[in-house]
Nanobody
Framework: QVQLVESGGGSVQAGGSLRLFCTAS????????MGWFRQALGKEREKVAR????????WYEHSSKGRFTISQDFAKNSLSLAMNNLEPEDTAMYYC??????????????WGQGTQVTVSS
């Protein structure tokens, strides 16, 4: 089992920045991919960014490309998401997730409780 804990959410005005953090514990050696997902009120959960643990290769969804940066500290089992130039449309609960088999898995195996990001116009 893997436990994921997010932090770093909050409220910011449009154009501002936030950084989210996720710490993994438990059997982290079995994780192949970690990622960030988000779910806005009344909408389906969507992918934001994912990163392969071994190579560091990252994928971004169209909405986050160029504004968000996913990074990991392999030794510390941590993941972060730097979000710049935030827009009101980025308002959502953001979830850290991990998967044993890869970044194409759906859904991911393990999920955190989420951290709220609110962007005001």
């Amino acid at each position: 089992q893997v436990q994921l804990v997010e932090s770093g959410g909050g409220s910011v005005q449009a154009g501002g920045s936030l950084r989210l953090f996720c710490t993994a514990s438990g059997y982290t050696a079995g994780i192949s991919c970690m990622g960030w997902f988000r779910q806005a009120l009344g909408k389906e959960r969507e992918k934001v960014a994912r990163i392969w643990r071994s190579s560091g290769d990252a994928w971004y969804e169209h909405s986050s490309k160029g504004r968000f940066t996913i990074s990991q500290d392999f030794a510390k089992n941590s993941l972060s998401l730097a979000m710049n130039n935030l827009e009101p449309e980025d308002t959502a609960m953001y979830y850290c997730a991990a998967d044993r088999y890869g970044c194409s898995s759906h859904p991911f195996d393990y999920w955190g409780q989420g951290t709220q990001v609110t962007v005001s116009s």
